[in-house]
Protein backbone atom coordinates (compact mmCIF):
# COMPACT_ATOMS: atom_id res chain seq x y z
CA UNK A 1 0.00 0.00 0.00
CA UNK A 2 2.79 2.13 0.38
CA UNK A 3 3.63 2.18 -3.30
CA UNK A 4 0.53 3.12 -3.59
CA UNK A 5 0.90 5.89 -1.38
CA UNK A 6 3.68 7.13 -2.52
CA UNK A 7 2.92 7.15 -6.23
CA UNK A 8 -0.55 9.16 -5.48
CA UNK A 9 1.91 11.73 -3.32
CA UNK A 10 4.16 12.12 -6.19
CA UNK A 11 1.19 12.40 -8.87
CA UNK A 12 -0.28 15.16 -6.55
CA UNK A 13 3.39 17.16 -6.51
CA UNK A 14 3.27 17.11 -9.99
CA UNK A 15 0.10 18.09 -10.59
CA UNK A 16 0.91 21.14 -8.09
CA UNK A 17 3.74 21.35 -10.01
CA UNK A 18 2.31 21.71 -12.80
CA UNK A 19 -0.46 24.31 -11.63
CA UNK A 20 2.86 26.73 -10.63
CA UNK A 21 3.85 26.18 -13.70
CA UNK A 22 1.05 27.85 -15.76
CA UNK A 23 0.45 30.20 -12.90
CA UNK A 24 4.31 31.70 -13.33
CA UNK A 25 4.02 31.11 -17.06
CA UNK A 26 0.89 33.39 -16.77
CA UNK A 27 2.22 36.28 -14.47
CA UNK A 28 5.58 36.25 -17.49
CA UNK A 29 3.22 36.46 -20.25
CA UNK A 30 1.59 39.47 -18.68
CA UNK A 31 5.22 41.26 -17.75
CA UNK A 32 5.99 40.82 -21.16
CA UNK A 33 3.33 42.21 -22.54
CA UNK A 34 2.99 44.73 -20.40
CA UNK A 35 6.58 45.65 -21.14
CA UNK A 36 5.90 45.68 -24.65
CA UNK A 37 2.99 47.78 -25.00
CA UNK A 38 5.35 50.34 -22.87
CA UNK A 39 7.81 49.88 -25.21
CA UNK A 40 5.71 50.43 -28.36
CA UNK A 41 4.07 53.63 -26.60
CA UNK A 42 7.77 55.20 -26.29
CA UNK A 43 8.93 54.06 -29.58
CA UNK A 44 5.29 55.58 -31.27
CA UNK A 45 5.68 58.77 -29.58
CA UNK A 46 9.56 59.00 -30.55
CA UNK A 47 8.17 58.33 -34.09
CA UNK A 48 5.46 60.85 -33.88
CA UNK A 49 7.75 63.52 -32.62
CA UNK A 50 10.56 62.82 -35.11
CA UNK A 51 7.97 63.06 -37.81
CA UNK A 52 7.03 66.39 -36.87
CA UNK A 53 10.05 67.67 -36.70
CA UNK A 54 11.21 66.31 -40.12
CA UNK A 55 8.34 68.09 -41.05
CA UNK A 56 9.08 71.57 -39.79
CA UNK A 57 12.93 71.24 -41.03
CA UNK A 58 11.08 70.14 -44.87
CA UNK A 59 9.01 73.23 -44.31
CA UNK A 60 11.85 75.50 -43.63
CA UNK A 61 13.76 74.12 -46.05
CA UNK A 62 11.29 74.79 -48.97
CA UNK A 63 10.16 78.17 -47.49
CA UNK A 64 13.89 79.07 -47.74
CA UNK A 65 14.12 77.75 -51.22
CA UNK A 66 11.29 79.60 -51.95
CA UNK A 67 12.84 82.91 -50.84
CA UNK A 68 16.40 82.22 -52.30
CA UNK A 69 14.17 81.68 -55.95
CA UNK A 70 11.87 84.88 -55.40
CA UNK A 71 15.09 86.98 -54.64
CA UNK A 72 17.23 85.83 -57.65
CA UNK A 73 14.16 86.22 -60.34
CA UNK A 74 13.90 89.86 -58.13
CA UNK A 75 17.73 90.34 -59.09
CA UNK A 76 17.72 89.10 -62.65
CA UNK A 77 13.94 89.56 -63.94
CA UNK A 78 14.89 89.57 -67.40
CA UNK A 79 17.54 86.23 -67.78
CA UNK A 80 14.05 84.86 -65.61
CA UNK A 81 11.66 85.46 -68.28
CA UNK A 82 14.19 83.77 -70.89
CA UNK A 83 15.32 81.21 -68.75
CA UNK A 84 11.21 79.94 -67.96
CA UNK A 85 10.56 80.30 -71.82
CA UNK A 86 13.41 78.18 -72.56
CA UNK A 87 12.04 75.60 -70.12
CA UNK A 88 8.00 75.95 -71.34
CA UNK A 89 9.63 74.81 -75.07
CA UNK A 90 11.90 72.07 -73.67
CA UNK A 91 8.58 70.26 -71.86
CA UNK A 92 6.52 71.18 -74.87
CA UNK A 93 8.85 69.43 -77.14
CA UNK A 94 9.20 66.54 -74.81
CA UNK A 95 5.04 66.49 -74.47
CA UNK A 96 4.66 65.80 -78.42
CA UNK A 97 6.96 62.82 -78.64
Known amino acids: MEA???TQDDYNQVK???QELREDL??????????????I???RDEIRRESREALHRA???G???FHD???KIEERPFLSIIVMFLAGI???KMLDR
Open 90 to 92: LVG
Open 4 to 6: KST
Open 59 to 61: KDA
Open 63 to 65: DKA
Open 26 to 39: AKLTRTVSESQKSN
Open 69 to 71: VEH
Open 16 to 18: RDL
Open 41 to 43: SSL
